[in-house]
């Protein structure tokens, strides 16, 4: 047999060739670790949802973060949306609130911020404009900066919108609270025709005059046209609301310097700002208020002028948000939830003269009752003209009025406003600016009119006779009201206003003094006066010459309270100190009482007892007491009805009596009731607690009319 010697060098030279072809193979088969170009079907491990980092992204990755966004083809939201740009084509499903641009980032389920081109199912904020050819369907709340559709607009559900001043003639959507409020004009109008025509009947049937009574709630009364110069004062109650104004000065956040913004807090309630907005948003925090389901509520506060886009208070909420850009917005919710509330100032807008903000937050539930709340800021103004009222967490305000103030009509009514001012040496019309003028009023000699101008102030009154000039006086409180006596030549009045413009001139009075009837103050001392609890009241009957106190009040700290449970697990209070004193519906537990507290929103027992809302009820039932007064307090649910009892002192509750006292009034009142009226004039009600709470009272007048005059000026 032939042996084969291999030479060891020969053997490591062949090896190393044949390696190195097969590395040479391998290599031009694999893909490069720069910038590989892969054929074929290379897979990879699939990361977990929401993934953020430089994992390689498998199909079923994207296939499944996809599945959670909107393509732009269309698609249904799960969640809110909110859109900064303007939305064109046709919108279904629910839609509440407008004007809302979002601040936080657009985020996947995992929290990760999403870039890319898709909006996610949750909801997100949508950067430029939506325009949809087929329909686009929300079935979360949605919140517009700018809702513009083309198409056919579809909202289903309870769909929302913010109330828009009364009088706004635009495409805004019109709520029933604001159709309510244009409509209330109208209705009284109709009204007025109505008596005309009924007027007219009576005429046509031969008489000449007569009796109409007028049972109305008013801090101001119009004096019918047609009536004879005296009416019968027949009755005069009292009105009893919970003040509260929850926008604590020491809450407001610290002065600073944001963005170009500077926010100086003035420490009495007020924040002045000033600056440009670069770089962001500014924002200064003024309250987090907790508010309660099926509550109403009134921001208001900011400088004339804002917008959702410049300046304003700004509303934070779950969904919706609101905003005061210098007229105030009546804000409701059905569900009980946290709100935020900020001054902000946004990006961009320059305050070159600064403003002061003035924010105050009213629970308007708590304050009138449910169902009777202002429907809109103007009517919220008429009752609390101020520009600020004091911070008041809830405190028993009763207006018992003082005297009764007659007055002619308003002789200014019409007359024009126009830009300029008035010589005072000269009394001529000039063209000074920062000022603006009235027409002349034509008004009596040696005569007390009650003068009293809306908006910016009356500057100076001039007097004139009937074909010169006379003099003038400069201005003294003429915002709040004043009296003003003519001079004996004096037949023409003339006004100068600090303004620009006559559109700030929101209102100017000239009436004439007709006469005041004090109401005598041992009657304004009696226990009770001024007082009511829901629709009853305390008043007094000037015909009997008697005061009926229908409303009594007792200290909820006073009396003796009971800790019991519903189902062995829902706390809640009662007590039945007062069964023998206070009216109840018998047999009931749905009737809503005659009582008012400052601590608790009145509702139901049933409410109560089901613990459906925080709130006071009276009732009985159950195989419980009837006639008990009962509270469910969410935040006293831990404690001992020994330590509730202690948590109420000083908290009063008015509350309507099982029987009326009567207190004879006879030696402080005159024999008659009669007193002096003009046609067309008002009679007014102030109370003790000045001017700018012009609470309405209920009262009873009524009045002799002279048909053939009701019916030529009705």
């Known amino acids: 047999m032939a042996i084969t010697v291999i030479n060891e060098n020969d053997y490591i030279r062949d090896s190393r060739e044949v390696i190195n072809n097969n590395f040479n193979e391998l290599d031009t088969l694999k893909a490069p670790l720069n910038s590989p170009a892969l054929t074929g079907t290379p897979t990879a491990p699939t990361p977990t949802g929401g993934d953020n980092s430089t994992k390689i992204a498998t199909t079923a990755y994207v296939e499944g973060e996809v599945a959670n966004c909107l393509p732009l083809s269309g698609g249904s939201l799960t969640g809110n949306l909110s859109v900064s740009g303007t939305i064109t084509g046709n919108v279904t499903g629910n839609v509440t609130g407008n004007a809302d641009t979002a601040t936080n980032a657009t985020n996947d389920a995992n929290g990760n911020p999403i870039t890319g081109t898709y909006l996610p199912l949750a909801g997100g904020t949508l950067t430029g404009d939506v325009s949809a050819s087929a329909d686009l369907s929300v079935a979360g709340d949605t919140s517009l900066t700018n809702l513009s559709v083309s198409g056919t607009t579809a909202l289903n559900g309870n769909s929302t919108a913010i109330t828009q001043p009364i009088d706004d003639n635009s495409t805004k959507i019109a709520t029933t609270e604001y159709v309510q409020a244009e409509i209330k004009p109208i209705e009284a109008d109709v009204s007025a025709n109505d008596k005309r025509i009924s007027n007219i009947e009576k005429l046509l049937q031969g008489n000449l005059y007569d009796y109409q009574t007028d049972t109305d709630s008013a801090y101001t009364k119009t004096v019918p046209q047609g009536a004879m110069p005296y009416a019968s004062l027949e009755q005069i109650g009292g009105k009893t609301l919970v003040f509260n104004q929850l926008v604590n000065p020491a809450n407001i956040g610290a002065s600073k310097t944001q963005n170009g ?282 015909e009997r010459k008697v005061f009926v106190k229908n409303v009594g009040a007792v200290d909820l700290g006073t009396l003796n309270w009971v800790s019991t449970t519903r189902g062995g697990t829902i706390q809640y209070f009662y007590t039945i100190s007062l069964v023998d004193d206070m009216w109840f519906e018998p047999n009931s537990n749905t009737a809503i009482a005659h009582i008012v507290c400052p601590k ?70 005159s024999d008659d009731n009669l007193i002096e009226v003009e046609s067309g004039g008002t009679l007014t009600f102030p109370n003790s607690n000045g001017d700018d709470y012009r609470i309405p009272v209920p009262s009873k007048e009524t009045y002799m009319i002279n048909l053939q005059e009701a019916v030529s000026n009705g």
């Open 600 to 669: 608790y929103t009145i509702g139901r027992f049933t409410d109560v007892y089901n613990n459906t809302v925080q709130c006071m009820g009276v009732g009985g039932g159950y195989g419980n007491p009837v006639g008990r007064l009962a509270v469910y307090d969410a935040s006293s649910s831990s404690v001992t009805a020994e330590q509730y009892k202690s948590s109420l002192s000083g908290v009063m509750l008015y509350y309507q009596l099982k029987t009326p006292i009567e207190t004879d009034i006879s030696a402080y009142l």
């Open 261 to 542: 913004i500077t926010f100086t807090n003035n420490g009495d309630g007020s924040v002045t700002v000033s600056g440009t907005a670069t770089g962001g948003n500014a924002g200064l925090s003024v309250l987090s208020p907790r508010t309660w389901a099926d509550h109403k509520y009134c921001l208001q506060g900011c400088p004339s002028g804002g917008s959702s886009s410049t300046y304003c208070l700004r509303l934070l909420g779950q969904g919706n948000n609101y905003f005061d850009t210098g007229d105030g917005v009546i804000w409701y919710h059905a569900t009980a939830r946290y709100k935020q509330c900020d001054i902000v100032v946004y990006e961009g807008t320059a305050i070159d003269t600064p403003i002061t903000f003035k924010p105050q937050f009213i629970d308007l539930t708590l304050m009138f009752g449910a169902g009777n709340e202002p429907t809109t800021v103007e009517q919220f103004r008429e009752i609390f003209p101020a520009s600020y009222y004091p911070y008041n967490a809830g405190t028993l305000l009763s207006a018992g009025a003082e005297s009764v103030k007659s007055r002619g009509e308003n002789l200014a009514d019409g007359v024009d406003i126009n830009t300029g001012s008035i010589n005072s040496n000269t009394g001529a019309s000039n063209s000074v600016s920062g000022f603006c003028r009235s027409n002349y009023v034509i008004v009596q000699p040696n005569t007390q009119y009650y003068i009293k101008s809306m908006g910016n102030g009356v500057n100076r009154v001039f007097e004139y006779t009937a074909d010169s000039y006379i003099g003038y006086t400069n201005s003294v409180g003429f915002i709040d009201g004043v009296y003003f006596t003519t001079s004996p030549t004096t037949y023409r009045l003339r006004f100068n206003f600090f303004a620009d413009e006559p559109s700030e001139i929101t209102d100017l009075v000239v009436e004439k003094h007709i006469n005041s009837y004090p109401i005598p103050t041992p009657i304004q001392q009696l226990d009770g006066y001024g007082w009511s609890a829901g629709n009853v009241y305390n008043y007094i009957d000037y």
